[in-house]
């Protein structure tokens, strides 16, 4: 071998090292960048199941609260259906008893006027099945009142007017002034547990 292929030869292994030492030191380099990517990736996926478990529980939290509120808003409609059936049913049967019934019920009224003063207003039903002796029970407790010849647009019950003042003692009229009452009564008797 002559010197000018031992020259060759040593640049040749000189290369081999020098490529050697970059392959090393690239491979050395790249495993570094893969375990640093693979650190990041990782921390990045836990905080995205993090961030996935945060989210669901509150779509869980977000459709339970939907939900009871839906079953409680249902359960009002169902409330307030039932309540006003039973105020129904309640206008219905005062309107509905038996003439001396019916009448009992309006002596009662009556009875709570405490002296009132004026005319009796009837709507046309009541006036034409009118008991004899209405005017002389209607005053049993005191009151001085007359019965009107005109009749009161009106369910049932009556109408007090003195002079210009009336007073609506309709059974619709008693029902809604009294509505909030009812209901209180209503809810303790078909709702309570």
């Known amino acids: 071998m002559n010197s000018s292929d031992k020259i060759i030869d040593r640049i040749g292994l000189d290369c081999d090292e020098a490529v050697a030492k970059i392959e090393a030191e690239a491979r050395e380099k790249r495993d570094s960048i893969i375990s640093e990517a693979e650190k990041t990736a990782s921390k990045n996926r836990a905080e995205l199941e993090k961030q996935t478990l945060r989210k669901l ?3 869980d939290a977000s459709a339970k609260s939907r939900c ?4 409680r808003n249902t359960v009002l409609k169902k409330r307030r259906e039932e309540i006003d059936r039973t105020v129904e049913e309640l206008r219905a049967f005062l309107l509905g008893q038996s003439d001396n019934d019916y009448f009992e019920f309006i002596y009662k009224l009556a009875s709570k006027l405490n002296g009132a003063e004026g005319e ?10 009118l008991p004899a002796d209405f005017s002389e029970r209607f005053n049993a407790s005191g009151n ?5 010849e ?3 647009d009106i369910d049932g ?19 809604s002034s009294n509505r909030d009452r009812l209901e209180d009564y209503i809810n303790r008797g078909l709702f309570e547990q």
């Open 157 to 175: 019950g009556f109408i007090l007017k003195n002079g210009n003042i009336e007073e609506n003692y309709g059974i619709s009229a008693l029902i």
């Open 150 to 152: 005109n009749t009161a």
């Open 57 to 59: 529980a509150q779509m």
């Open 144 to 148: 001085r009142v007359t019965v009107s």
């Open 68 to 71: 009871e509120l839906e079953i």
């Open 120 to 129: 009796v207003m009837l709507n046309a039903k009541d006036k034409s099945r």
